[in-house]
């Protein structure tokens, strides 16, 4: 079964400076892999998403996630951070069985310091 | 614009009174989830509909049950609430289901449950 860690529960980061989330994943095969962002008291949306090719996958917001098939990770990086980015980012992977089943990980909480 | 979208943004119920939650969606999508998320947590899917195809997950409780009587509405029915039911309950949707783990899915802004 699969599985997805990030190791960070929160990151402060302040603003303009830059950010980088850890997410390692546990599957069997090549992954389907997604970051998540949940502002608060609402819903996920989607940052980015890696299927297959390019390693280096751009986003949304000025997010980019890099795919490292030999460490197990998809580490979610932008440039300079915004106070709007204070959120909470769940990276996510995608299972091949029907029903298009998604495994999150824990999350990580992202505070931004003026 | 095209979206998924849940009312009410808040609910209140009391212990062990039945409580329904809505999700609409009008993207014409074939599956849809529902997620519950407790504070600080992942979410956790619950269940899914591929078309009219319930599925529920091994560890759900029998006290959740869902609805979907058609293409556009789904709905989360909880029996009998207790306080450990208090949570955000997310729905979600995704086009097909058979892209085999790659469908990007589409989330509602969420219900706040409190249970008092």
């Known amino acids: 079964a699969q599985s997805v860690t990030q190791p960070d529960i929160h990151i402060t980061v302040s603003e303009g400076a830059s950010l980088e989330l850890r997410c390692n994943y546990s599957?069997?095969?090549?992954?389907?892999l997604f970051w998540y962002v949940q502002s608060p008291g609402q819903g996920l949306q989607l940052l980015l998403k890696?299927?297959?090719?390019?390693?280096l996958v751009q986003g949304i917001k000025g997010f980019e996630a890099e795919f490292k098939r030999s460490q197990s990770s998809f580490n979610l990086r932008k440039p300079s951070v915004h106070w709007s980015d204070a959120a909470e980012y769940f990276c996510a992977v995608g299972a091949r069985a029907a029903g298009n089943k998604l495994t999150f990980g824990g999350g990580t909480r992202v505070l931004v310091k003026p | 614009d095209a979206m998924v979208i849940q009312n009410p943004r808040y609910q209140v119920t009391q212990f062990g009174k039945p409580v329904t939650l809505s999700c609409s969606q009008t993207l014409n999508h074939n599956v849809m989830y529902w997620y519950q998320q407790k504070s600080s947590q992942a979410p956790k899917l619950l269940f899914h509909?591929?078309?009219?195809?319930?599925?529920n997950e091994a560890d759900t409780p029998d006290n959740f049950q869902s609805r979907r009587p058609n293409t556009s509405f789904c709905f989360l029915d909880i029996r009998s609430p207790g306080l450990g039911d208090a949570a955000m309950y997310l729905c979600?949707?995704?086009?097909?289901?058979?892209?085999?783990?790659?469908?990007?899915?589409?989330f509602g802004p969420g219900t706040r449950l409190l249970v008092l």
């Open positions: 890696y299927f297959s090719g390019d390693t």
């Open positions: 599957y069997g095969a090549t992954p389907y």
């Open positions: 979600a949707t995704s086009r097909d289901g058979l892209a085999g783990g790659k469908e990007t899915q589409y």
């Open positions: 509909y591929y078309d009219k195809d319930f599925n």
